[in-house]
Nanobody, 124 residues
């Protein structure tokens, strides 16, 4: 069993930055691919970014490419999402998720474990 706990959300102005963290329990964290997803009010949850178990492969949604960076520290069992140049449309609850099979996938159903999420609000 893996538990994921997100932190780092908050209120920021248009153009600002935040860094989200996702702390994972369990000794096998380093074997999992990790993803970040977000859900805005009244919208479906959507893919944001993912990273392979080694950190060697990353993938981003077009809407965040060039502004967001995903990284991980397997020694700390933590994955990060650095968010720069934030826009009001980035406002959402951000969730991290773990894929036990280490697939490079944007499909939410392929992720086995999910955190509760952290709220990010960008004011205009």
């Amino acid at each position: 069993q893996v538990q994921l706990v997100e932190s780092g959300g908050g209120l920021v102005q248009d153009g600002g930055s935040l860094r989200l963290s996702c702390a994972a329990s369990g000794r096998t964290f380093s074997r999992y691919a990790m993803g970040w997803f977000r859900q805005a009010p009244g919208k479906e949850r959507e893919f944001v970014a993912l990273i392979s178990w080694s950190g060697g492969s990353t993938h981003y949604a077009d809407s965040v490419k060039g502004r967001f960076t995903i990284s991980r520290d397997n020694a700390k069992n933590t994955v990060y999402l650095q968010m720069n140049s934030l826009k009001p449309e980035d406002t959402a609850v951000y969730h991290c998720a773990a894929d036990m099979l280490n697939r490079i996938t944007t499909i939410q159903a392929n992720y086995n474990y999910w955190g509760q999420g952290t709220q990010v609000t960008v004011s205009s």
